[in-house]
């Protein structure tokens, strides 16, 4: 580059960076003696226009900051160069190394380094994020995170840079969305061009998966979408929990915030989405057992004195009233017994064999059968027990499911009922078969949304329910702020 001084005042020292139609270095400012970085974006055959409205945004979004952590403008002017016209943004230089340097080195980072830099980060992120409109990096990885000044045990200042992809959330609906950002680290929303806070949650969860296994996530295995990071490391359950949830491929099931990641990582055991379980409601029938990290919720049998076991009583009475009739008229010889007898024999097959199904229906399910549901870390699994006899259904993993319905039966309002979906799998929980009232259906759906990290969609509830059930999701999430 034959021009050494820019604008006349920005004597350049060397070159950082070089990418597709743009150009880093390292510069003095002859007027505060002072180093910076400036970062040019060149008019030449690799330009595209969404390179120059990223330049734009990049400085705009700098003006508008102030945090110790992230690099300050400083300038920004058009430039005519022996690489040709385009424009310059001048930063403060920070005399640091990037992750990715530091693990190149041989430097190794301990599980209290890593929350240690989690922290920081995240209170970065948190600045960023309560910005209006919200500032959004999209670029987080090892290469855009410095450190220095170690002392001691510390790990140092952290500093995040490169804010070349950043988008606000201030674009309208329907307007051209940017694809940015560096693959290993970008959460599966990014690729369609949707971005939120939680999509840099997801990257900062893969950058720490990449400081303490040494391998960028696109190296190591994948299932679900998601990375497979637990066999290569030696930490902690609860910080592999946190990052588990931190880069969950389901955006819905990632933690919203900056904030809410962060307090997670200081007082782990007040995570609300693993095996918490709250206070279920007063003279509920169903039991509840934890133990470390698992849970199993218990529906015992059902009590005889219900409606659905009188109803029940009620059609035997009937089904026995219509098997015996017919076989009266039948054996009378009339011809009306012939034909109501083949009405019995066509549609319940055996004259008394529907009404001994019906029976045995009644008494196993109404007064014996019990209902297990059992939660870990990694699955649901659905066990109903007859006495000493019990079926289990294959388990669901808990990364597969993708809904949770809260549905009404009947259009009239009555026998609610839960079911969890995963692909075309499903499992179901209803008043009607367990005997639950409506306070325990609440309780026990928002159990297992918390749980499985789903939300529950409400379908044909009536309108009282529809604000109980609302109600009961606005107090968990005020309680967990």
């Not at 920004?76 to 001048?90: C, I, N, P, Q, R």
């Not at 170690?150 to 694809?179: F, W």
């Not at 990052?243 to 904030?259: E, F, I, V």
């Amino acid at each position: 580059m034959k021009t050494k001084v820019l604008k006349e005042r920005y004597a350049i020292q060397k070159q950082l960076a070089k990418n597709a139609g743009r150009r880093t270095f390292l510069a003095r400012d002859l007027q505060t003696q002072e180093l910076v970085v400036i970062k040019l974006l060149i008019f030449g055959e690799n330009f595209q226009w969404d390179d120059l409205k990223l330049f734009q945004r990049e400085a705009q979004t700098l003006q508008l900051l102030s945090h110790p952590a992230i690099p300050h403008y400083l300038d920004y002017f058009d430039v005519d160069t022996s690489l040709g016209k385009g424009f310059a943004l001048v930063q403060s230089y920070i005399p640091a190394k990037s992750l990715n340097k530091w693990l190149k080195s041989g430097r190794t980072f301990s599980e209290e380094d890593v929350k240690e830099l989690a922290k920081a980060l995240l209170g970065i992120l948190r600045y960023l994020h309560g910005q209006q409109p919200p500032v959004i990096h999209r670029d987080i990885k090892p290469s855009n995170i410095l450190l220095a000044n170690r002392t001691g045990n510390k790990i140092g200042e952290v500093y995040l840079v490169d804010l070349g992809a950043v988008q606000t959330l201030a674009a309208k609906k329907g307007s051209t969305i940017t694809v940015v950002g560096t693959y290993g680290y970008m959460p599966p929303e990014q690729f369609g061009g949707r971005t939120v806070p939680a999509s840099d949650l997801y990257s900062l969860g893969a950058t720490l998966i990449y400081l303490v296994t040494g391998r960028h996530p696109a190296e190591l295995p994948q299932e679900n979408l998601r990375i497979q990071f637990e066999s290569s490391v030696n930490l902690s359950p609860d910080l592999i929990d946190w990052l588990k949830w931190m880069t969950q491929p389901s955006l819905n099931r990632r933690m919203a915030s900056a904030g809410e990641a962060l307090k997670v990582l200081e007082q782990p055991r007040q995570k609300t989405d693993k095996s918490a379980v709250s206070q279920k409601p007063f003279g509920s029938r169903i039991k509840v057992k934890k133990y470390s990290a698992n849970v199993d919720i218990l529906i015992p049998p059902k009590s005889i004195f219900n409606v659905q076991f009188f109803t029940c009583i009620l059609m035997m009475f009937i089904c026995v009233t219509i098997s015996i009739i017919p076989l009266v008229f039948l054996f009378s010889g009339y011809i009306i017994g012939v034909v109501l007898g083949a009405i019995n024999v066509l549609f319940f097959s055996l004259p008394f064999g529907s009404v001994a199904v019906k029976m045995a229906y009644v008494v196993g399910v109404y007064l014996f059968r019990s209902t297990r549901l059992h939660l870990d870390h990694q699955k649901i699994s659905l066990t109903y027990e007859w006495l000493w006899w019990k079926r289990q259904q294959a388990p669901i993993m808990k990364n597969t499911i993708s809904q949770l319905h809260y549905t009404y039966l009947s259009p009239f309002g009555s026998y609610p009922r839960i079911t969890i979906l995963a692909g075309q799998r499903k499992y179901e929980v209803s008043t009607a078969s367990e005997g639950l009232v409506e306070p325990e259906m609440n309780w026990l759906a928002h159990e297992l949304s918390e749980w499985s990290g789903v939300p529950i969609t409400v379908k044909n509830v009536p309108q009282q329910t529809e604000r109980l059930v609302k109600h009961l999701a606005t107090n968990r999430k005020r309680s967990r702020k």
